[in-house]
C-alpha cells in the first residue's frame, strides 16, 4: 500500500525553465508535506513543506502548492538551474498523534545546461 | 555542530553474521527514525522512537531491531544478515512535533551489503 506516490521517475528540463515535480498520496490525515533533494552517496537534505491547513509555500525559486481534494502536491523550481539535478523525494508526516514519515519512491531531475 | 552522526559509512557482512548500525544526535531531537533505500526505490522507514524507552515498527521492520536507551542513540540491530537487506540505511531526527516545518534531518547514511 503506497501511500505517497510519484509517479514520475526523471524529468529534464532545460536551463532557466520551470521544473514541476508531482506527488500523489493516499492519506488524508497526513499533516504535514515535504521535499527532499538527494545527491548520490549523501543523506536527504530538506527543502521545503507545507502544512496541510495551506495550499501554497513559497522558498525563494522552490514552491509547493498542496491540492488537499486532489491528494495531490507540486514543486514548482524557478528558474532551475544544473545544481538542482538530483533525486527529489515527496514526504509525509502521519497527523492525530502518529510520527512516521512516508517517502515516495524519487523523481530524478535533470537539467541540462 | 555534527548534527546526526552514523557509523559505519561502509560494511560488508556474510550471510547469517549480526552487526550494529550506530545513530547518534547532538541536537537533544526527540525522535528519531531508521530508512532504508534500495537501488531505485524510496525511503522504507523501519523503525522509530518517540523518545528514550520508546520505540515503534515502520513499514519494513522485519529482520531488524532497534532500541533507545538515551536521547542521543537510536542504534539498529541485524541479527541475521540476508541478502536482501544489502541497501542503504539512513537516521533521521525530528523536534518535537509541531516544530515549524515538520523537518527531518538525515545522516550521511551506511552502506551495507550482504553477500
Known amino acids: 500500500d503506497q501511500q505517497v506516490k510519484q509517479n514520475s521517475p526523471s524529468l529534464s528540463v532545460q536551463e532557466g525553465r520551470i521544473s514541476i515535480l508531482n506527488c500523489d498520496y493516499t492519506?488524508?490525515?497526513?499533516?504535514?508535506f515535504l521535499w527532499y533533494k538527494k545527491y548520490p552517496a549523501e543523506g536527504p537534505t530538506f527543502l521545503i513543506s507545507i502544512s496541510s491547513i495551506k495550499d501554497k509555500n513559497e522558498d525563494g525559486r522552490f514552491t509547493v502548492f498542496l491540492n488537499k481534494s486532489a491528494k495531490h502536491l507540486s514543486l514548482h523550481i524557478v528558474p532551475s538551474q544544473p545544481g538542482d539535478s538530483a533525486v527529489y523525494f515527496c514526504a509525509a508526516r502521519g497527523g492525530s498523534g502518529t510520527y512516521k514519515y512516508i517517502f515516495g519512491t524519487g523523481t530524478r531531475l535533470k537539467v541540462l545546461a | 555542530n555534527a548534527g546526526v552522526t552514523q557509523t559505519p559509512k561502509f560494511r560488508i557482512l556474510k550471510i547469517g553474521q549480526s552487526m550494529t548500525l550506530q545513530c547518534t544526535q547532538d541536537?537533544?531531537?526527540?525522535?528519531m527514525y531508521w530508512y532504508r533505500q534500495d537501488p531505485g526505490m524510496g525511503l522504507k522507514l523501519i523503525y522509530y522512537s518517540v523518545g528514550a524507552g520508546i520505540t515503534d515498527k515502520g513499514e519494513v521492520p522485519n529482520g531488524y531491531n532497534v532500541s533507545r536507551s538515551t536521547t542521543e542513540d537510536f542504534p539498529l540491530r541485524l541479527e541475521l544478515a540476508a541478502p536482501s537487506q544489502t541497501s542503504v540505511y539512513f537516521c533521521?531526527?525530528?523536534?518535537?512535533?509541531?516544530?515549524?516545518?515538520?523537518?527531518?534531518?538525515f545522516g550521511e547514511g551506511s552502506r551495507l551489503t550482504v553477500l
Open positions: 492519506n488524508s490525515m497526513f499533516d504535514y
Open positions: 533521521a531526527t525530528s523536534p518535537r512535533q509541531g516544530a515549524n516545518t515538520g523537518e527531518l534531518f
Open positions: 541536537m537533544n531531537h526527540n525522535y
